[in-house]
């Protein structure tokens, strides 16, 4: 570009197009023109920070309570499965935990309010083999 086509500073001129553009840019051109500031994006990142953190806390309480669920049922079925018993169970019927007098636990068809040993709970065996606990909240 040689000095009789340099346009001053102030003129917007767009080489690639040979065309005045100043009204097409998404900025200002001049030096009257308003002065491009950051915006503070501290409150909106405040706010998103505040609700990832609720929204991960959320998952987190589900997550610990189908924990401690799952970790409920383990604890049961080693219990029954650790438990004495001399009889095969049949699948959906109902049986009961006791402790004997001896401390060790054994499984039984008999009714709580038939026997003298202290009662642990009363569980149904499921398709897979899981015993599950009756009168728990599920």
Request: proline fraction near 4%; charge should be negative; include cysteine.
């Amino acid at each position: 570009m040689t000095n009789e086509t340099k346009k001053p500073d102030l003129v917007v001129f767009n080489e690639e197009t040979q065309q005045y553009d100043a009204s097409l840019k998404p900025y200002g051109t001049s030096a009257s023109a308003p002065a491009i500031k950051p915006l503070n994006t501290a409150t909106w990142r405040n706010d998103g920070v505040i609700r990832v953190n609720k929204k991960i806390k959320s998952e987190f309480e589900e997550v610990k309570k189908q924990y401690e669920k799952l970790m409920e049922k383990f604890h049961d079925n080693d219990l029954v499965y650790n438990s004495k018993f001399n009889f095969e169970p049949n699948i959906g019927e109902i049986y009961h935990l006791y402790q004997g007098k001896n401390q060790e636990t054994f499984l039984s068809i008999i009714e709580p309010e038939q026997c003298n040993f202290e009662h642990l709970g009363s569980f149904r065996l499921n398709s897979d083999k899981m015993w599950e606990k009756l009168g728990a909240s599920n």
